[in-house]
Structure formats: structure tokens, C-alpha cells
């Protein structure tokens, strides 16, 4: 067993974290390990947003195309795409790449990506809704976690995966496993605002913002196992997944995605994650450990995992960041207004 | 709102508490507030354990003595007594006397006290098993909460109750309302033994275990609720209690008894409470955040009062303490091995 937090991460403390130094977690989960020189990573959410069924023109040829420049040396390490449809009846794609060198980001972004959502950009006659959410955290500022092998997210980017670690199966365990909460609090500072330039909207950040990416992966599954998850499992996360979307705004929640990640063809596998824009968190702590909508997951969770025991074919996974303002990019161009941060505005 | 450690025990921390600083719970609760002279309190449980029923003449007439002397100038500011029966099938009457003096509680000790289960006792021949469990902990060393302005335990020796307090209804609340959480991480440290003298026993204490006395009294509710509270509520909470009592060893709960609260003559009030013996705090808050048993008991509370709101009649308390080893006492006379700290040798 060893410490969620990489030894070169590791620094004396100001706050302590909330389990002894001789807690054993009662099942094991493993973290994603990154090479000591990578000192920041980008994860980057580039979004369609459209209305009609099928598939505009403009969007399938747009998913093309970011596909097409995620290849070449300033491509990302690792790429996937997700689907759903929003609260408004839109659907929305989202390619997300993750970076482990800012500057290669940054040479993408200037030839492509810049031109995704911003103020003049490729689709602007396309009639679909493009977005950008860029968050470029140190790595002091995100931490993830895993029940199986597989990685998933950012964790691709990563050198492997840790030996089991100390710091989970707790409340709190998410906080103590990013290396900044060994000597900051991570509060909240300032609002998030959004300024509006005709269609094109973009957000100015505020400290201390919070993403969670919570993943499950039910392929490897079979019989009883499958049956309980989508029957026992799937529509308790999806319940939960659904009043964070309707009703996050008043606890903290900006924006809550439940996710079903698809293909390069488009087609849906059997992986979903839910992604949540917070506030902070702080806020996103409280909603985890005090909700009913997040307990009965919790719960529905626990008595699967405690059912399967080790035997359990489920994968789950999750990666949070707490990003300071100079760590967030926030760009959206003709998508409706409750579109992801456009909320907090 | 004010924070549930009183001012004069707020010191300069070097131990941070969980929730930030603009935390707002989501349903009020209220300390005990004791006058600030009151530096220490004495919890003090004296038990008749016996087999057979109705209950052996001996054992009706030590609860008369036992009652007797809590009457006069050395007597406890407050008592109330519970029964249960055992796991191993004994009834178990505890009369629970509090005093915020301890030198008084030394002088009644003396008198009365020390022959209630020592090595050469007043029931030595009375054929029942009796046993003495106390703690004397200073103020920064014990908690209360409230969720009505009607005290029970330890509070009713208080000056009254506080205004809403901020440390609650979070995971690690309990450990943040506790003064001494301040500064130190209240680990435990030794391991409990029991020396056995013939028929006599006592416990020799390790530091900082962990004793909750958490009650519910649903004398007030009516119909629907009341319902709701037996039918939805006290089913899971028994079955978690029973979990404790019967396989919470490994988890760090030394004993645990689901006791109903009785009149001075002896007959069931609609009171109940759980007091456990844990090995520590830190073993109490896993078992409380994590495990399925207490999840369960959590949710449907939650459950309860979100469906009642403000209007909700049941009354919940919990007192917690954690207490160094010199101020722990533990006497078993005639009492089978499995009875309250027994369990810990």
C-alpha cells in the first residue's frame, strides 16, 4: 500500500488528511502514475451541440474533423467522444483530448482548436452549437482513481498504475488524494461570469473550479453481474446523474453531463461517465456524502461491489481537478444558454 | 449560527475542520452549552445482568439502592436507566447517573460507587452479575447534538442549549464539534486488557476510545410518522445495532447494546438509544460513513425527515467522548465474558 500522492508530490503539511497514518481502505484501488517531468496536463472538452435527428450535415463533418486533427505530433495522447442529449433536447457530442505537455496543447490549439468555438470560427454559417472547456491543472491540482486495470480519461496519458493506495473508501478521500490539499484548503474564489458577444459567449473563471469525471465501463460484465448493474445500479446513477443536471444550480453543481461515450464511428459502447462542472470542491463533497440522490448511488454501489466481491467485472473509475481561474478556458458559440458553464452566468 | 466548540475551548488550531468556513448545514441542529466553570463531567453506567425472569429479587432490590443513592448532596445532576437483553440472553439494566463535579462524584463513589461491582462487593452473594463502566472527560473531550430543544444524558446537566451550530450534518462532524479535534488527531494508543480476579474483572484502559450514547424518542409522534418511524426507521436502525453488538469486533466496536430507555419503575418508554465501546473515533466515523448497516440507518433518517421537514416529532441526540485512559474505569463482577469491555481482552 502506498500514498495516493506521488513521493516527488509529496511536501510537508499544513492540514492533515482525515483518515490515521495505519487506516487499510476495506478493498483496493489503484491511481494513475505519471511520469515524474509531467507537470501539468490539459484535458480539453470540444463540443456539438444540435437539435434535429438525424445528424446534421455540418456536425458529422465536424467530428471529422476534430478527429482528423487529433492526429499528427501535436495530437493528443489520448481521445475519445461521448454523447448525450441535454435537458433542452439537444444532442451533444464531446470529443475530449487529454495532453501531458501544455505547449504541444498550445501549438494544437493555435492551428485547430482555437477555431472550434471562438469568436470566428469554422462552423459559424454550420448552423450547429460548438463549444470549448479547457482545463490545463498542475499536477499538484487533480487526482484520480481506479477499481481495475484499465485506465480511462487522463489516465491514458499516465507512466502505469500506482500499487493499491491508502487514501479512499472514505468521504474525503478525493481531497486527500490531490497533492495541493496538504497545504490549501482549494476554497472558492470569486464568480464565474459569462460575457456574451453575440452568438459567441465565453466564461471568466474563478478559482478554485471543480471537475469531476465519473466513469463506469459494464462491457466485461455477463449475466447476473450485467442484469444487476443495469437494473440495480444504472437507474439509481442515472436518477442521481438527472437532479444534478435539473437541480445542481442551488448546491454548487453548475452543469452535470450523464454520458454515454461512443465509438469513432459513433457508435455507443458500453461505458457512460458523468462529468460535473462545480463549484468547488467543497461543494461537490457535500452533494457526494450528505445527498439521498448520491447515497442511494453510494449505496446501490456498495451492496454490488459487496455482492461481487472481487469477482466483480464492473470497471469504475473517476479523475477531479480543482483548476485556479488561469487553469480554465471556457468558449461556446451558438449553443443554447443552460449549455455547460453558460449556467453559472 | 455559531460553531459548536463554546468559545472559551476555541484555541488556535493546528487541526483543520472539514467544512469551510462559510459552510451552511441544511437543517438545524443545537450542543449543549455548560457553564464554563464545568471542566470535566463524569458519564458513569452501573449494570445488573441476570438470566432468569421475572427478575431475581436481588436484582430489584440493587436497582432500589442504586436509585437510593442517587438521591442526597453527592447524588448525579441527572440518571436514567435502559434495558436489553444480550446477546447471550441476559437482561441488562443500566441506571446512567451524570455529574459535572467529579469530586463529588469521588465522594458518592466512595460511598456507594466502589461496592456497586469491585472485588469485594454488595452483591457478592445476590447471585446477578453487576458491572461499572465510567468516563470522566474533560470538556474538550466530548461532544452533543441535538435536533430538538429537549436534552437527554449528559446535556441535562448543561446550562441549556446552543444556537444552530455550524459542525454538523456532515461526515466528520462528531470529530470537529469535539474541542480537542483542534489539536490533535485523538488517535488511540495501547490496546485495553482485562485482569481477572475470580469472579472479579476489570479493564485496563488504552487511550482515547471511543464511547456513543446516540437516542431517539418518538413519544411525540402520531400517526404517519409514527408509523413511518417504527415500520420504515427502527427496523434498520435495530439491524445495524445488531450488527455492531454481534460482528463489530473486527471493525474496532468493542460492545454494543440497543437499549430501551425505562422509568423509575422499571416500565419501556417510547426512548431508545445505541451505546457502543469503540477502539477509537476514527473506527466509529468508518463504520458510521461506510458501512452498509449504517448507510442504511442514515438513509432512512434522511429519508424521514426529508419527508417531514421542520414538522418531524422524533427526537434525535447522540453524546460522543473520547477519553483518555486515565479517565476510563471498567469493573465486571460476576458478569459472563461477553459483557461491555470484556469483549476487549
Redesign the interface.
Known amino acids: 500500500m502506498e500514498s495516493a500522492i506521488p513521493e516527488h508530490l509529496q511536501c510537508p503539511r499544513t492540514?492533515?488528511r482525515?483518515?490515521?497514518d495505519d487506516?487499510t481502505p476495506?478493498y483496493p484501488s489503484t491511481v494513475a502514475r505519471f511520469k515524474p517531468a509531467v507537470e501539468r496536463v490539459v484535458m480539453a472538452y470540444f463540443g456539438i451541440q444540435y437539435r434535429a435527428e438525424p445528424a446534421p450535415e455540418a456536425a458529422t463533418q465536424a467530428l471529422q474533423r476534430i478527429a482528423g486533427s487529433f492526429e499528427g505530433d501535436k495530437a493528443p495522447g489520448h481521445w475519445d467522444r461521448a454523447r448525450y442529449v441535454d435537458e433542452a433536447g439537444f444532442t451533444n457530442v464531446i470529443s475530449i483530448g487529454y495532453w501531458d505537455d501544455p505547449d504541444r496543447f498550445d501549438a494544437w490549439f493555435a492551428d485547430f482548436g482555437s477555431k472550434w468555438a471562438g469568436a470566428r470560427n469554422a462552423f459559424e454559417r454550420a448552423g450547429i452549437g460548438t463549444f470549448t472547456e479547457v482545463l490545463r491543472p498542475s499536477v499538484q491540482r487533480f487526482e484520480t482513481l481506479f477499481s481495475s486495470d484499465l485506465p480511462e480519461g487522463v489516465a491514458v496519458l499516465a507512466d502505469g498504475l500506482s500499487d493499491v493506495v491508502q487514501e479512499h473508501?472514505?468521504?474525503?478521500g478525493a481531497r486527500d488524494r490531490i497533492p495541493l490539499s496538504q497545504t490549501s484548503?482549494m476554497?472558492p474564489a470569486g464568480q464565474p461570469s459569462v460575457v456574451t458577444e453575440g452568438r459567441y459567449q465565453r466564461v471568466v473563471p474563478h478559482d478554485n473550479l471543480c471537475l469531476i469525471r465519473s466513469g463506469q465501463d459494464w462491457a466485461a460484465t455477463e449475466r447476473d453481474e450485467r442484469r444487476m448493474y443495469l437494473e440495480d445500479v444504472e437507474p439509481v446513477l442515472r436518477a442521481g446523474m438527472n437532479f444534478l443536471r435539473d437541480e445542481g444550480l442551488p448546491i454548487g453543481c453548475f452543469a452535470n453531463r450523464y454520458m454515454t461515450v461512443v465509438d469513432h464511428e459513433g457508435r455507443d459502447t458500453e461505458k457512460s461517465f458523468g462529468m460535473g462542472w462545480w463549484k468547488?470542491l467543497?461543494a461537490l463533497?457535500?452533494w457526494a456524502?450528505?445527498h439521498?440522490t448520491h447515497?442511494?448511488i453510494?449505496?446501490a454501489a456498495?451492496?454490488y461491489l459487496?455482492t461481487l466481491g472481487p469477482a466483480a467485472k464492473l470497471r469504475l473509475y473517476h479523475e477531479v481537478t480543482v483548476a485556479a481561474a488561469g487553469e480554465q478556458l471556457f468558449e461556446y458559440f451558438n449553443c443554447h444558454s443552460q449549455t455547460g458553464m453558460l449556467r453559472a452566468g
Open positions: 492540514r492533515q482525515r483518515v490515521p487506516y476495506p473508501a472514505y468521504w474525503g484548503e476554497a468547488s467543497s463533497e457535500r456524502e450528505s439521498t447515497l442511494a453510494f449505496g456498495m451492496k459487496a
